[in-house]
């Protein structure tokens, strides 16, 4: 029989014969704090998916005489040792120095929680109606005795509004971050695969876009946008404008490596075989350096965030 070849020809041969995504993956698993943070986005992302599913309470359900309840904590075991989660339930005082209603625990009555209870009714993924929750109660409604996170001033719970909170800001910020990636590797790659006239009209775009102060510009749209608006349609319009001028870092960062790249074989082949120009950007040139839009997409996303 063929003699078998050593491990080490057959790692060469693999990489070989690889594709340009498998050498991503392979050199992407070895980062093991590259791994570790792309499970945390994941399940992140993934709280955003099921944000009605783990928000136990109505997030727009209000009640002033729950203003301001501390955080609640669970215990897991009774007093028995047996697996039967449950919280102390809490009583109103009334604070002799403020004349306030100030909440307390009480540490003789206890309300066990149920995994899987029924709640409030939601559509799953926008169009599966459910009503099943991770947690809740058997007998009562969970935003009467359920505070994971406590209430803020109009008694909603902040459990609940920071699940579905999380979802928006996600979702939307993903959004925006995409818009402006597609522009940044559009305008750049044009820019550095053409030069000449486009090239100097483009990077005069993008000199114009910069010069834009980003401070006024916001106060301005908080401004202009019409009240009539609900805060999502806001945050979703604000989002796409920042996209509209967010993207002229990156356009630079991928004109200058295309300028880079333009003379190579496998460009000037492309372009001798009938390869149209977009064919050439996003099929030949990107995937050089995909790892630099990876940490530019990692950076841009919890920036988007906090410019929203």
């Known amino acids: 029989g063929r003699a078998s ?71 897991w075991f009774d007093a028995d040792g047996t697996f039967k989660p449950y919280v102390h339930g809490l009583k109103g005082v009334r604070d002799m120095k403020t004349f306030k209603l100030v909440y307390r625990v009480d540490p003789e009555r206890k309300v066990y929680i149920r995994f899987f209870a029924e709640g409030y009714p939601y559509h799953l993924l926008g169009f599966i109606p459910m009503n099943r929750h991770l947690l809740g109660f058997d007998t009562s409604v969970p935003e009467n005795g359920l505070f994971l996170l406590g209430t803020d001033v109009q008694g909603r719970d902040l459990w609940s509004r920071l699940m579905v909170a999380t979802r928006v800001s996600l979702v939307i910020g993903l959004a925006g971050v995409t818009i402006s990636l597609f522009l940044g590797i559009l305008f750049g790659g044009i820019s550095g695969l ?103 997409v990692s950076l841009a996303l919890p920036a988007m965030i906090i410019s929203e």
């Open 194 to 296: 053409y030069g000449g006239t486009v090239d100097t009209a483009i990077q005069r775009l993008i000199e114009l876009v910069r010069s834009i102060p980003t401070i006024p510009l916001w106060m301005g749209l908080a401004a202009a946008l019409p009240n009539t608006w609900s805060s999502t349609q806001v945050y979703f319009a604000i989002t796409i404008i920042i996209s509209l001028i967010g993207w002229t870092d990156l356009a630079r960062v991928v004109r200058g490596r295309f300028l880079s790249l333009r003379e190579e074989d496998f460009i000037v082949a492309a372009d001798l075989m009938g390869a149209s120009r977009m064919r050439i950007i996003f099929r030949h040139m990107l995937p050089s350096f995909t790892s630099h839009i990876i940490a530019a």
């Open 5 to 75: 070849k050593p491990d080490g020809a057959t790692s060469e041969d693999r990489i070989a014969v690889a594709t340009q995504r498998q050498l991503i993956w392979w050199r992407f698993k070895k980062h093991k704090l590259a791994v570790l943070s792309m499970v945390v986005v994941a399940l992140f992302y993934l709280v955003a998916v099921f944000a009605d599913f783990l928000a136990y309470a109505d997030p727009e359900a209000s009640d002033s005489r729950r203003g301001y309840i501390p955080p609640q904590t669970i215990s």
